[in-house]
């Protein structure tokens, strides 16, 4: 009787744990999927976000690559997170027109790593911005003197925290997660103990610990460098007006906010037939206006 007893709760473990490998299979590395179209991961989409509904919902990540109001490239993914996108986009980019754009302003979402280190292999010039870079440029204040954005090397190369105590290099690593290796140099501050900003600080016994990697912060100097120029700055109110302005045109003023097909390849060939239908109005928009202009018949 036991040895029925067993033999059926074999065959249920069994058979969750096929359909957990397939779940894992056809999630892909993603932390979701929906059931009515596997291909499409469950996000938060900007009303949820921003009306903060807390419901996800199955969709695709679409990035647009534009100038001047049209639509040079797409990108379609299952991806929930953008820093993962902006380097497929760009291969696809170079596959299109064999060459890379000289320079691709971006918000936060994309300024990583991995992508400066791109970037810089292949000449395009950094101005996407990184997380973090806003906090950076806050006023030094007792709230915010505690956090990562406001301890920042002095001109002595040395991290001092609000107490005035010097962090020590305590151990170097090569971090291989990513597309390309990074150094980490580990900090850490001896003089916690019996400190009393540490509750502020910190809640770690062994001391507050900060990491850094010197490439990046190379990178991050030159994208603040970049953008405080005449050009960069330029190129940031572009990027408002040309990308933002295309998706409110074809979300808002086209009532286009929503897919119609299923499947990471029915969806493509959709975004792709609404792209092109958007550089068509644009054309003939700009054409009408050169020749009302022009006083051309």
Same mark, same amino acid.
């Given at each position: 009787?036991?040895? +029925? ?22 999630a892909?590395?993603?932390n979701s #999927? ?6 499409? &991961? #469950? ?6 976000? *921003? ?5 996800f ?27 993962? &996108? ?10 299109? *027109? ?14 990583? $790593? ?5 970037? =810089? ?24 003197? #505690? ?6 090397? !002095?001109?002595e ?6 107490? !005035?105590?010097? $962090? ?5 690593? +090569?971090?291989?997660?990513g597309?390309?290796?990074? /150094?980490? @140099? ?8 019996? %400190?009393? $900003?540490?509750? =502020? ?11 850094? %990697? ?10 603040? @460098?970049?953008?405080?120029? /005449? ?5 940031? &109110? ?7 302005? +295309? $998706? ?19 969806? =493509? ?5 609404? %792209? ?6 644009r ?9 009302? !202009?022009?006083?051309?018949n």
């Amino acid at each position: 009787m036991n040895y +029925i007893r067993y033999q059926e709760e074999f065959k249920e473990d069994a058979l969750k744990m096929w359909k957990y490998t397939m779940y894992s299979d056809i999630a892909g590395g993603r932390n979701s #999927f929906s059931k009515t179209d596997p291909d499409a &991961t #469950f996000m938060h989409m900007k009303y949820d976000y *921003y009306n903060h509904t807390n419901v996800f919902k199955p969709g695709y990540n679409v990035q647009v690559g534009s100038s001047e109001g049209y639509i040079r490239h797409v990108y379609v993914s299952s991806d929930a997170n953008d820093l993962k &996108t902006y380097i497929p986009f760009m291969e696809g980019y170079h596959m299109a *027109y064999g060459s890379y754009p000289q320079a691709t302003p971006a918000d936060a979402g994309y300024g990583s $790593f991995d992508n400066y280190k791109y970037d =810089k292999e292949h000449g395009i010039q950094l101005y996407m911005k990184y997380s973090g870079m806003r906090k950076e440029a806050e006023k030094k204040t007792t709230k915010n003197q #505690f956090t990562r954005a406001q301890m920042n090397p !002095n001109e002595e190369d040395k991290i001092i925290c609000p107490a !005035n105590h010097e $962090f020590i290099l305590v151990d170097t690593r +090569i971090e291989r997660r990513g597309v390309y290796p990074r /150094e980490i @140099e580990m900090y850490q501050n001896e003089h916690c103990e019996g %400190c009393p $900003f540490k509750s =502020k600080c910190t809640k770690s016994k062994t001391g507050r610990t900060i990491q850094k %990697c010197r490439e990046l912060e190379s990178y991050k100097k030159e994208v603040k @460098e970049n953008l405080s120029t /005449e050009q960069g700055k330029k190129y940031m &109110t572009q990027r408002s007006i040309w990308s933002e302005g +295309i $998706f409110g045109q074809i979300k808002e003023d086209n009532h286009y906010d929503k897919l119609r097909r299923r499947g990471i390849s029915g969806v =493509k060939l959709e975004i792709l037939l609404v %792209c092109i239908g958007h550089n068509l109005r644009r054309y003939h928009t700009r054409k009408l206006e050169f020749q009302k !202009n022009n006083k051309i018949n």
